[in-house]
């Protein structure tokens, strides 16, 4: 089932060291909103923001006031559940910010021009051995728009609004005060309703 942890892999996939995959990685700070959707669910919305020199980010699910914080480089990542007043660990997003770190040896075609909230991008399309799609990514390396599918089923993210803008450190930290909670492996997923 598609979920929060889908939409953190099509929005951060992080290129395989080769010269024929493009930037999958922003090379700027920005501010995005995505849309999720997936057959037989409602769509969702979330919100993205990305520090590029530290290649950190911060997903937000406003429907459920959830926020993810992933710091690629580390794998470390931690879901903030205001709720609760409480962090949790996240160990199923942290192994998928591994798995996304190599790109699981896609294979990106280039199939021309396209346009998603209002920049333009070079559409591809992804070859890997866990699923195929297509995605339209900005030179810069910004996802626009992502639609693929896997044995978990289809699904797509595409930008609805896209703002390049300095992103403040604060976003990116654990909110103080907050206790800190460890769920078993798969907990998440179904905290998520994935």
Not at 48 to 66: M, N, S
Not at 105 to 120: D, H, I, V
Not at 141 to 157: I, W, Y
Not at 177 to 193: C, F, K
Request: hydrophobic fraction near 45%.
């Amino acid at each position: 089932m598609i979920s929060l942890a889908s939409l953190l892999a099509a929005l951060l996939i992080a290129p395989a060291q080769a010269a024929d995959h493009p930037d999958l990685l922003p090379r700027h700070d920005l501010a995005a909103t995505y849309l999720l959707a997936a057959p037989g669910r409602a769509d969702a919305t979330y919100q993205l923001q990305y520090d590029a020199a530290d290649e950190r980010a911060r997903i937000t699910d406003p429907l459920r006031g959830l926020t993810f914080l992933v710091d690629l480089p580390t794998g470390r990542a931690e879901l903030v559940v205001p709720a609760l007043h409480a962090i949790v660990e996240a160990p199923d997003i942290s192994g998928l910010a591994a798995q996304i770190r190599d790109a699981g040896g896609a294979r990106f075609l280039p199939l021309g021009p396209g346009r998603y909230a209002g920049l333009g991008c070079d559409i591809y399309e992804v070859l890997a051995a866990q699923g195929s799609g297509n995605a339209c990514l900005t030179p810069d390396g910004v996802v626009l728009h992502f639609s693929g599918r896997d044995a978990h089923g289809t699904a797509s993210v595409t930008a609805v609004s896209v703002r390049y803008e300095h992103q403040a450190d604060a976003d990116f930290a654990v909110p103080d005060g907050y206790s800190r909670l460890v769920l078993p492996p798969g907990a998440i997923a179904q905290l998520m309703g994935g």
